[in-house]
């Protein structure tokens, strides 16, 4: 069973009485969809609820050393009309009424014989009436909220402190009002995130004026036009630890709409399932139901250690990039010197010019934008291209694998700049030589061509059709096989990028048909 959301909080204030029998009435009755359901006794329930199929209720309560506790969990299966396959998901609720405090727990989890299914994640809808009864909910320093909270100018320097607090425990999301519209469309958005990921992040808004004092007190790593940054708990300080706080665009905002609410949800919610539990819920212990076989624990190792050997095998790798990049600068440096130019190094260190091509980005979709605006005189990417990036650009691995997409974007535009240059050669034979923009030329790395088996299988080779420029096939649409792996780990989510050289045909481009998760262009192999 995979956690997709787990909400933790202590209210110190709760309204009405504290008691177990008040958190399982509520429970039930959400469950239930009726205010007027009775409480059952301990045990399962088989629940009948109007127009929608029967759910199972599990209530659980524990007295242990004068402190009592209640574990409370509801099971809905559903069947996928296309593949057949069942998907379970259960909300779990637990309650340890302590001397001091009523400590709270809620999860939500889902499993499912359809590994590619992305199901939409967001909080429990148990969470509003549970958080609407409750005088004080927080998670250490930091308040948990289901509503947007609007800062004016006035009080930003009260947000740059909270940011800054080394005891926040939940992520913020800060939205800022867009440069020059009168459109609330932000607001809603803002306020759609905030419900949706309530008890998980809080959700910030600023008008222009706050987005002017806090780019004032917070410089490069505040937000404006806009757009939206996660602040995780961590340092807030300087402009080092920016990589740490998603950011998201203005433009690419407005571009995804309703997207950007499940990408940010889908982020805080990850960010909420690596949270441990408190000891204090330990009084409501797992049954024997609820225990891992040594066997899940040792396949779930070896995972692990798989994906420990790729990582260790990419870090040598990028190492070794990392020194020949260096070497080459520092040859670079001394020859500008000697012919004169040694300023010109300095000078091309960095730039503020808003056209220049970024050196990172903050995930696949801003790399594929970033790309399109560009990169376009040598690498065509149609709309169609992305392909279901909302699980890969939530992932922890969101950031590496954005950049590791923008890296490779970049280094079919060199190649195509460099055929344009004379180069005689594949987009193989120019990477193995080594040069500064080249993408890894190994079998981990790049697929110049598929299997034998994949292109002779109908539906594999379907798979791999794309939209391509009609001045290179009339029809639009053309088979491609070569393709970068972005990562080799990551199971199926991770990204692909399939792509067509016609840098010796009509456009003098490379033109990329597919940017997505694995398990969407599958081989025989996954």
């Given at each position: 069973m995979?956690?997709?959301y787990?909400?933790l909080?202590v209210?110190?204030e709760?309204?009405?009485d504290?008691?177990?029998?008040?958190?399982?009435a509520?429970?039930?009755?959400?469950?239930a969809?009726d205010?007027?359901a009775?409480t059952?006794?301990?045990?399962?329930?088989r629940?009948?609820r109007?127009?929608l199929?029967?759910?199972?209720?599990?209530?659980?309560?524990?007295?242990?050393d004068?402190v009592?506790?209640?574990e409370?969990?509801t099971?809905?299966?559903?069947?996928?009309e296309?593949t057949?396959?069942p998907?379970?998901?259960?909300?779990?609720l637990?309650?340890?009424?302590?001397p001091?405090?009523?400590h709270v727990?809620?999860?939500?989890?889902?499993?499912?014989?359809?590994i590619?299914?992305?199901?939409?994640v967001?909080?429990?809808r148990?969470?509003?009436?549970?958080?609407?009864?409750?005088g004080?909910?927080?998670?250490?320093?930091?308040?948990?909220?289901?509503?947007?909270?609007?800062?004016?100018?006035?009080?930003?320097?009260?947000l740059?402190?909270?940011?800054r607090d080394?005891?926040?425990?939940l992520?913020?999301i800060v939205?800022?009002e867009?440069a020059?519209s009168?459109?609330?469309?932000?607001?809603?958005?803002a306020?759609?995130?905030a419900?949706?990921?309530?008890?998980v992040?809080v959700v910030?808004?600023?008008?222009?004026?706050?987005?002017?004092?806090?780019?004032?007190?917070?410089?490069?790593l505040?937000v404006?036009?806009g757009?939206?940054r996660?602040?995780?708990?961590?340092?807030?300080?300087?402009d080092?630890?920016?990589?740490?706080?998603?950011?998201?665009?203005?433009?690419?905002v407005a571009?995804?709409d309703?997207?950007?609410?499940?990408r940010l949800?889908?982020?805080?919610?990850?960010?909420s399932?690596?949270?441990?539990v408190?000891?204090v819920f330990d009084?409501?212990?797992?049954?024997?139901a609820?225990?891992?076989?040594v066997?899940e624990?040792?396949?779930e190792?070896?995972q692990w250690?798989?994906?420990?050997e790729?990582e260790?095998e990419e870090?040598a790798r990028?190492?070794?990039e990392?020194?020949r990049?260096?070497?080459h600068l520092a040859?670079l440096?001394?020859?500008?010197?000697s012919?004169?130019?040694g300023?010109?190094?300095?000078e091309?260190?960095?730039?503020?010019?808003?056209?220049a091509?970024?050196d990172?980005v903050?995930?696949?979709s801003?790399a594929?934008l970033t790309a399109?605006?560009?990169?376009?005189?040598w690498?065509?990417?149609p709309?169609s291209?992305p392909?279901?990036?909302?699980?890969?650009?939530?992932g922890?691995?969101?950031?590496?694998?954005g950049?590791?997409?923008?890296r490779?974007?970049?280094?079919?535009?060199?190649y195509a700049r460099a055929?344009?240059?004379?180069?005689?050669?594949h987009?193989w034979?120019?990477?193995?030589?080594?040069?500064?923009?080249?993408?890894?030329?190994?079998?981990?790395?790049?697929?110049?061509?598929e299997?034998?088996?994949?292109v002779?299988?109908?539906?594999?080779?379907s798979?791999r059709v794309f939209?391509v420029?009609?001045?290179v096939?009339?029809?639009g649409?053309?088979?491609?096989q070569?393709h970068?792996?972005?990562?080799?780990g990551?199971g199926?989510?991770?990204?692909?990028?399939?792509?067509h050289d016609d840098?010796?045909?009509a456009?003098r481009?490379?033109h990329?048909?597919?940017v997505?998760p694995?398990?969407?262009?599958?081989?025989t192999?996954?």
């Amino acid at each position: 069973m995979s956690v997709l959301y787990r909400a933790l909080w202590v209210d110190s204030e709760p309204v009405g009485d504290r008691s177990i029998d008040r958190y399982a009435a509520t429970f039930v009755q959400w469950a239930a969809g009726d205010d007027t359901a009775s409480t059952p006794d301990d045990g399962e329930h088989r629940v009948s609820r109007a127009g929608l199929p029967d759910r199972l209720l599990s209530i659980r309560r524990v007295v242990s050393d004068g402190v009592t506790a209640l574990e409370a969990a509801t099971r809905d299966e559903s069947i996928d009309e296309a593949t057949g396959a069942p998907t379970v998901w259960t909300t779990t609720l637990r309650v340890v009424l302590a001397p001091d405090a009523d400590h709270v727990c809620l999860e939500n989890a889902m499993e499912s014989d359809n590994i590619s299914l992305r199901p939409k994640v967001g909080r429990p809808r148990v969470i509003d009436r549970l958080l609407g009864a409750a005088g004080k909910a927080t998670l250490g320093r930091s308040a948990v909220l289901a509503a947007p909270v609007p800062v004016e100018a006035g009080h930003v320097s009260v947000l740059t402190a909270m940011l800054r607090d080394p005891d926040r425990a939940l992520p913020v999301i800060v939205f800022s009002e867009p440069a020059h519209s009168s459109s609330t469309r932000w607001l809603e958005l803002a306020e759609r995130t905030a419900s949706r990921a309530s008890g998980v992040a809080v959700v910030i808004t600023l008008d222009a004026a706050a987005v002017t004092e806090f780019r004032h007190q917070l410089g490069t790593l505040a937000v404006w036009g806009g757009a939206v940054r996660t602040y995780v708990p961590g340092p807030v300080e300087n402009d080092a630890d920016a990589w740490r706080h998603r950011f998201m665009t203005g433009d690419l905002v407005a571009r995804l709409d309703g997207g950007t609410v499940d990408r940010l949800v889908y982020n805080a919610a990850q960010l909420s399932t690596r949270r441990r539990v408190p000891g204090v819920f330990d009084v409501l212990a797992a049954t024997t139901a609820d225990s891992v076989s040594v066997a899940e624990v040792e396949a779930e190792r070896e995972q692990w250690a798989f994906e420990l050997e790729l990582e260790q095998e990419e870090r040598a790798r990028v190492e070794g990039e990392l020194t020949r990049a260096l070497g080459h600068l520092a040859r670079l440096r001394d020859r500008l010197d000697s012919e004169g130019h040694g300023s010109l190094f300095w000078e091309s260190q960095s730039t503020d010019d808003p056209d220049a091509t970024p050196d990172s980005v903050q995930d696949t979709s801003d790399a594929v934008l970033t790309a399109q605006q560009h990169l376009a005189d040598w690498v065509a990417i149609p709309d169609s291209a992305p392909r279901e990036l909302d699980g890969i650009d939530s992932g922890p691995n969101a950031l590496s694998w954005g950049n590791a997409t923008w890296r490779g974007l970049r280094a079919l535009a060199a190649y195509a700049r460099a055929r344009a240059d004379g180069f005689q050669g594949h987009f193989w034979d120019w990477c193995a030589r080594g040069e500064p923009l080249a993408w890894p030329a190994t079998t981990k790395k790049l697929a110049m061509s598929e299997s034998e088996t994949v292109v002779n299988n109908d539906r594999f080779a379907s798979m791999r059709v794309f939209e391509v420029d009609l001045s290179v096939d009339p029809a639009g649409r053309i088979m491609m096989q070569s393709h970068l792996k972005i990562s080799e780990g990551g199971g199926n989510l991770a990204p692909r990028v399939y792509f067509h050289d016609d840098t010796g045909g009509a456009t003098r481009k490379v033109h990329v048909g597919f940017v997505g998760p694995h398990y969407l262009v599958p081989n025989t192999r996954s």
